[in-house]
């Protein structure tokens, strides 16, 4: 069973702070465009991977969506290309997010 949990970067300091609820983030202390969602899936270095996150595969860079109902790693540069999440997540390794 997928874990609940969020993430939202604090406007004071530019932490993430994690949240296991989307409905009590407050919005005063975190950015909102910040707010991101865990897919579940963890990088090869057992880390969570979230939503927005940028992740590494050999020599191709991806950003994680939710798209169609589904976490998809999308290619970061060139021709935009959808992978299944669950595919790459034993290979990947998170390099950054979108968020800075």
């Known amino acids: 069973m997928k874990e609940n949990m969020f993430r939202g970067r604090a406007k004071s300091n530019n932490k993430w702070l994690y949240y296991s609820n989307k ?3 407050d919005t005063c202390i975190v950015s ?3 707010i991101s969602e865990f897919t579940g899936a963890y990088d090869k270095n057992n880390t969570r991977i979230f939503e927005g996150d940028v992740v590494k595969v050999k020599d191709t860079t991806y950003v994680i969506h939710f798209y169609k109902k589904k976490w998809l790693a999308q290619t970061f540069y060139g021709n935009k290309q959808y992978v299944n999440i669950d595919i790459i997540k034993d290979d990947c390794k998170i ?3 979108i968020y800075g």
């Open 32 to 34: 909102k465009p910040s």
């Open 95 to 97: 390099i950054g997010n």
């Open 23 to 25: 409905d009590v983030i």
